[in-house]
Every structure is written in structure tokens, then in C-alpha cells.
T-cell receptor, first 106, second 118 residues
């Protein structure tokens, strides 16, 4: 079955850039989405179709996808961005999520 | 504004069948061409896609759960239902319903916790 691999954790200082990777075989040939989940809350879509931001998502969230790796970048990271982040893609009609990356803003 | 709300029993015994309902408000399930999906999250763990249903009734299921899962839509009630048979402790999770849009899931319910225990 298809797998998406994310680093378990990323630490970033306030105002700096956080980079979260998501790796999967030929992921660049698929569309990647990214979700933010704060403790006790439902996930929120922050990037869809590789680099698009839904309405209401701050511009500091950006995405890219090429080769085997999709990347979520959070620029000028704020304390409110501390959360778990999940990547997601479709493989042969099956939805697949990465295991998640915990972003800590130190 | 479209809202989704999951409901169902909080506790099931092993080998029983779990049934959950996702009630959609603020819009019609059948008025637009969307998939409506179920996703679950075991305590302290990541997200797992269970499956989804198109407004017309066409379904997709996670192969790992396909033999135990049925998703259906009731347009008259504006609801999507999930049935999971032969549950075990491994099925203990928060179950979310979500609308599929742009290859992602753009609207989520709050989720409902289901525990499986004897």
C-alpha cells in the first residue's frame, strides 16, 4: 500500500520559517494536501492541490510538490501555528495520510 | 455556512456493528457534486481515511477496511451514514465526517468518539 512519510517533529523559533516534508513514491505526480490540527480540534485544510490556500488561510502558509516530496512551508511562524500537520494524497482512489508532524514554536 | 455533525453511540462491545450518522446543515448533500467522507483518528495517533460516497451513491473504501465498511447517503434527511462491522479495540477512535473538495477535505465535523470495550 502507498505510504507518505513525515518527520515526527519540527521545532522553529517565532518569526522563523518552518519546513515540513512529506515523501512518497512519485508523490509529485499526485496532488498533495496539508492539514493543521490543534489539540482537541478537527483538522483544518491549509493547502490543497499542492500549493493552493483555501479562503481564510494566512499567506504565510505555502506548499510545493515535486519528485517524491511535497513540502509545507510556514513563513514568519507564530505561536498559534503550533500544531500537528498532516499531508494527504490519493493513490488509486484511496486516501492516504502521512503520520503527522508536530510543529513546536520555541 | 455548511456544517457537519457526527453522531452515534460512544461505546460498543467487540464483535458488534458500529453505526454513525453525519448530518449536513447549511446546504444540500445532493445539490452539488461532492464526495462525503469518513476519517478516523485513534487516541494520540494519526488520521486514517475510511471511505467516501459521491452524492449520487458511488462509493470508495479503504482496502484495509473494505470488507467491514458500508457508507450510504440519505438525501431526504441530508445525512451520510457509516457502518463498521465486527469492531475490535483497534476501531477505538474519533470518527470524523468531511466534505471532499479540491482533492482534499475542506469541511470537517467535530468528530465523535467511539470506544470499543467489553
Amino acid at each position: 500500500s502507498y505510504e507518505l512519510t513525515q518527520p515526527p517533529s519540527v521545532s522553529v523559533s517565532p518569526g522563523q520559517t518552518a519546513t515540513i516534508t512529506c515523501s512518497g513514491e512519485d508523490l509529485g505526480d499526485k496532488f498533495a494536501s496539508w492539514y493543521q490540527q490543534r489539540p482537541g480540534q478537527s483538522p483544518v485544510l491549509v493547502i490543497y492541490q499542492d500549493y493552493n490556500r483555501p479562503s481564510g488561510i494566512p499567506e504565510r502558509f505555502s506548499g510545493s510538490n515535486s519528485g517524491n516530496t511535497a513540502t509545507l512551508t510556514i513563513s514568519a511562524t507564530q505561536a498559534v501555528d503550533e500544531a500537528d500537520y498532516y499531508c494527504q494524497a490519493w493513490d488509486s482512489g484511496t486516501g492516504v495520510f502521512g503520520a503527522g508532524t508536530k510543529v513546536t514554536v520555541l | 455556512q455548511l456544517q457537519l455533525q457526527e453522531s452515534g453511540p460512544g461505546l460498543k462491545k467487540p464483535s458488534e456493528t458500529l453505526s454513525l450518522i453525519c448530518s449536513v446543515s447549511g446546504g444540500s448533500i445532493s445539490s452539488d457534486s461532492y464526495y462525503w467522507d469518513w476519517i478516523r483518528q485513534p487516541p494520540g495517533k494519526g488520521l486514517e481515511w475510511i471511505g467516501g460516497i459521491y452524492y449520487s451513491g458511488s462509493t470508495d473504501y479503504n482496502p484495509s477496511l473494505k470488507s467491514r465498511v458500508t457508507i450510504s447517503v440519505d438525501s431526504s434527511k441530508n445525512q451520510v451514514s457509516l457502518t463498521l462491522s465486527s469492531v475490535t479495540a483497534a476501531d477505538t477512535a474519533v470518527y470524523f465526517c468531511a466534505r471532499r473538495w479540491g482533492n482534499g477535505f475542506d469541511i470537517w465535523g467535530r468528530g465523535t468518539m467511539v470506544s470499543v470495550s467489553s
